[in-house]
């Protein structure tokens, strides 16, 4: 089906069937969006005024019906209006919230046969019979006795259900005792039979280095490592490679199998002389992260005695806790110290150094750091050390060259370079100045390039930030050496310049860098995407996420120069 233009006589014509401004939205977005974005809404007279609610135009409302819920779902903008400005008690015409008291409750509680049922079904009875203590007298309910929830009952009540969330919806009783108990993740870990984890790796074996993952999505996961620019598609970018097949190392295994696997995989490669880049440390849930709730932040703060406890040993359930003042509710917390000068002073002189002081005791160190009373702890050695231009050099002594000072002593090595002092140690090794011709010389004693980067790292980096690496034609398995002639037979394949990209980046690359790209002449010549085409080639769409997909260089212009907001309003009158 062909997308309409939404012109103003198309727009005219259509807003002919609508008799009120959301009537015409409800039944044409796309032509109300161009309408309101052009301003042309106020010329069709036959819309109905929109409506003021003042209080006397509220209350008019409020008297065709029966009950609050009632004006709500039948005339909702109204509604709101009252409440925001709490005319609601006003309407004594409307039927009152129910009180409920004992008898009302009890004749409520016989429509149901247990406890739970009859939370479901009446809330707010349920809560009142509950705070009353008068359930205990609907006999009806499990015989008048409740069930004691020990392991085993839970165990065998959980292990009817695939996860936590069908747990708590089917039985919340028998959840609510095992999570107080802390036995929900020893159950589900094994209890959930979920097998869609995969292990994966990227190998780049002309530089004989690999990335290892994990993902229950291999297609989306391999398409976000090609298009984000992440660790994969960093490392390929920098070294003007392209990205290797996704390999799957492992697949079918639990959620919990794949995080001890994928560290396995990655130690295997280590073993095996491969290259590690993976910046993130293996084992991460992902996409399975927790999300704190005050449930599970409950939980783990169960596993501490105190704050400072807690915030090692899981800073993130610690922050979401502290954040929303739940903190006071782990009565079992040791009382959180106040760090006086004394109590600083004292806390203070069970560490040697500022580094120490701050590692071990995070609290009193910060309110000891605020406060101003770090120097008066004269016993630290090496706190906060005022690198001397004496000082610089005796620690200088202890090593032969720049890099081996800056392993050694990172701190000392900044003051020196700092004030120009690296200079003044003579018996540091002569910093070599990697130009052309020693590069080569040095790329020479070396058959590929992953023994050159492994041999020597300095002279490669300079090799491939100055692109002298395709020059080592002795090196094996080395990468093509794409000519103007290569480029210009590879481009044939393609019949534009996105095509081109997406099929071999890395030529296409070369090519662009070269000014090459124009050679091409079969290409498909670019549209450059001006406001005025840009917005004839939106109106095809509803929403950005259909021009997006649509259209991506038009869609892509716009958002670069602001017209989305234009093309596309966020919110609609």
Known sequence: MKKITWTYEKCYEEAKKYSS?????????????????????????????????????????????????????????AYQVARKNKWLDDYKFINEKIKWNYKTCYEEAKKYSTRYEFRKGNCSAYDAAWRNKWIDDYKWFFFGKRIKWTYEKCYEEASKYSSKKEFKKENE?????????????????????????????????DLKSVYVGRTVEPLARDNDHRSRKDTVYSFAKKHNIPIPKMKILEEGITVIEGKVKEGIWL????????????????????????????????????????????????????????????????????????????????????????????????????????????????????????????????????????????????????????????????????????NYENCKEEAKKYSTRYEFRKGNCSAYEAALRNKWLNDYDWFVNGRVKWTYEKCYEEAKKYSSRYKFRKGNGSVYTIAWRNKWLDDYVWFKERVKWTKEKCYEEAMKYFSRGEFRKGNGSAYQAARINNWLDEFFPKSLS
């Open 173 to 205: 009783s028998a959840y609510q005792t095992a999570w107080k108990n802390g036995w929900l993740d020893e159950w589900f870990s094994t209890i959930i039979p979920f097998r869609n984890d995969h292990i994966y790796s990227y190998e780049f074996t």
């Open 21 to 77: 401004r959301s009537e015409f939205y409800k039944g044409s977005g796309r032509a109300y969006q161009v309408a309101r974005g052009n301003k042309w809404l106020d010329d069709y007279k036959w819309f109905k005024e929109v409506i003021r609610w003042t209080y006397e135009k509220c209350y008019e409302e409020a008297k065709k019906y029966s009950s609050r819920s009632e004006f709500k779902k039948e005339n909702n903008s």
């Open 267 to 434: 130690e295997k490669y280590k073993e095996e002389g491969w290259i590690t880049i993976n910046k993130a440390k293996t084992g991460g849930i992902g996409s399975f992260s927790p999300k704190w709730t005050y449930e599970k932040c409950y939980e783990k703060a169960q596993n501490y005695s105190s704050r400072t406890e807690f915030c090692k040993g899981s800073s993130g359930a610690y922050s979401v806790a502290r954040k929303n003042k739940w903190l006071d509710d782990y009565v079992w917390f040791t009382n959180k110290l106040i760090w006086t000068k004394e109590k600083c002073y004292e806390e203070a002189k069970n560490y040697s150094s500022r580094g120490e002081f701050q590692k071990e005791n995070p609290s009193a160190y910060r309110v000891a750091r605020i406060n101003k009373w770090l120097n008066d702890y004269v016993w630290f050695v090496n706190g906060r050390f005022f690198w001397t231009k004496e000082k610089c050099y005796e620690v200088a002594k202890k090593y032969s060259s720049r890099g081996e000072f800056y392993e050694g002593d990172s701190s000392a090595y900044s003051a020196a370079k700092r004030n120009k002092w690296l200079d003044d140690y003579g018996w540091f090794k002569e910093k070599i100045i990697w």
